[in-house]
């Protein structure tokens, strides 16, 4: 399992160092800023008898963009990401002397770094609108991981059979979403699945599907 995380945060160097080269020879650099809703994709969790809460909650987002000029109306967007993740899982713990089912609570922290490339191409084109469609796909890391566990005692206790999850500290991400440009703000609403299991607690793997709304100020004056 090391050496296996190994491998692909070396890959991850090499992808990196590839990007920064990349952007000398970028045709525009932006920063986008923003939020994104999360809901449940798919789950491979302890069978409890009782379904567990899944509450991702919101994220933050910071993305820089760099965009390169194609063949006619295409470009390549090469972008790295910085995303803020918070969440909660309630799980069911037993059941207390009046017969009141009892949760435990397991609080979420993470940091993720991803970067990817995206192709973009132009669908309207007005005096004040521009409408554009893209699609992409991103590797993430993530480099920091807090988790709170708050439990409580119950006198009847939910058992269920214990299983081994691995972690996983990368991902794989699609990127599907529209640019919407006026006058000098840019809004970009997209949606990104996550290809790759995720483990999120201590009861086992959740893929997450993100909507994402990010706002680029294009020109300051």
């Known amino acids: 399992m090391v050496f296996r995380n190994l491998k692909l945060i070396i890959l991850f160097i090499i992808l990196f160092c590839f990007n920064i080269y990349s952007e000398l020879l970028a045709q525009d650099l932006s920063l986008k800023v923003g939020a ?6 798919s789950e491979d969790i302890l069978d409890f008898p009782i379904p ?9 987002r910071f993305r820089f963009d760099l965009q390169f000029n194609l063949v006619q109306n295409f470009k390549l967007i090469n972008y790295y990401g910085l995303q803020y993740r918070r969440g909660n899982l309630k799980i069911p713990a037993g059941y207390d002397f009046s017969n009141y089912l009892i949760y ?8 993720y770094f991803s970067t990817g490339v995206a192709l973009k191409t132009n669908i309207l084109n007005s005096d004040n609108f521009k409408l554009n469609i893209l699609a992409g796909a991103s590797l993430r890391l993530r480099f920091y991981d807090e988790q709170i566990r708050d439990h ?9 059979n214990p299983r081994e999850f691995d972690d996983n500290i990368f991902g794989i ?3 599907v979403g529209l640019q919407l440009s006026y ?3 840019l809004f970009e609403i997209s949606a990104e699945p996550e290809f790759l299991n995720s483990k999120i607690g201590t009861i086992g793997y959740y893929k997450q599907l993100s909507f994402i709304l990010l706002v680029e100020i294009k020109n300051w004056e």
């Open 104 to 111: 435990n609570q397991q609080n979420y922290t993470y940091f």
């Open 52 to 60: 567990v809460k899944f509450n991702p909650g919101f994220d933050l």
């Open 173 to 175: 991400n699609g990127l």
């Open 152 to 160: 409580s005692p119950v006198p009847y206790k939910i058992n269920t």
């Open 183 to 185: 006058k000098s703000f």
């Open 36 to 41: 994104s809703l999360n809901t449940k994709l």
